[in-house]
């Protein structure tokens, strides 16, 4: 069966093409615009966790950014529907299902502002080892004029595989952190798996985070072994649901 290339729109390449400038051949079908698959067509499940689309995010191709290729149907938007009835399925139905969904971020970030001075280097090393990140700075202008309190909601609650909540005295007193904390904690109810990661900046609690809950004293390591932590915590959940 031939299927047209969903990443490059059966194109074959990427940005525009023109006397001055070649396009960059799509890494999906290598520039055929489309390929052939050996599935019946009952077999193909559309990829749940980039919504079939191929990429996770928008780009400027013609900027010279690359797409960022869904890591479960490598970029081809589907997979194989998984067999009833064997061990091999019951993994495949819980990677699409449960873990994978549509997940624009690998870490969202919520703080308070007077505590940015310890957040926006985390979020700076995390970005350089290649998470994405949801972090005010670098979505001013995705923000600018939206309503921000449906907006953060989707997020914290729907597009992230992990939340850090850098808790201090300072978050506890904020009517937004409050609102991403509680968008964080819906989503926590609904899977069975962390998702919620806490980091105490002091000794402040906060409501429905219960003192039995893993958390990082940010007292007792450097920010910069707080991203390594958070690096590994997020290969290894990649790894175990891929």
């Known amino acids: 069966m031939i299927i047209k290339c969903k990443t490059c729109d059966g194109y074959g390449r990427f940005g525009l093409q023109t006397p001055f400038n070649n396009a960059m051949i799509c890494p999906v079908c290598k520039g055929a615009g489309e390929f052939e698959i050996n599935l019946p067509p009952e077999k193909i499940i559309s990829c749940r966790y980039c919504n079939g689309n191929g990429i996770l995010r928008p780009f400027l191709p013609i900027l ?3 797409p960022d290729l869904c890591p479960v149907c490598k970029g ?3 997979n194989e529907r998984p067999t009833v009835g064997n061990q091999t399925a019951e993994k495949s139905e819980i990677i699409i299902q449960q873990a994978y969904r549509s997940y624009n971020y690998d870490i969202a970030v919520s703080f308070a502002g007077e505590d940015r001075r310890i957040v926006e280097p985390y979020c700076r090393i995390l ?7 949801f972090y005010d700075e670098y979505e001013q202008v995705d923000l600018w004029g939206k309503n921000l309190y449906d907006k953060l909601d989707e997020i914290y609650q729907n597009k992230a595989l992990f939340c850090v909540l850098f808790i201090s005295k300072y978050y506890a007193a904020k009517v937004w952190t409050n609102h991403e904390r509680k968008s964080a904690q819906a989503r926590a109810q609904k899977e069975n798996r962390e998702y919620v990661l806490p980091v105490k900046l002091d000794d402040t609690e906060i409501t429905g985070i219960p003192p039995t809950i893993g958390y990082i004293d ?5 920010v910069e072994k707080l991203a390594e932590i958070t690096i590994q915590k997020v290969s290894n959940l990649k790894n175990r649901i891929r």
Request: charged content about 35%.
């Open 64 to 66: 010279g950014q690359k």
């Open 127 to 133: 970005s350089s080892k290649g998470l994405r990140v």
């Open 218 to 222: 940010i007292r007792e390591v450097s």
């Open 76 to 78: 081809r938007g589907f």
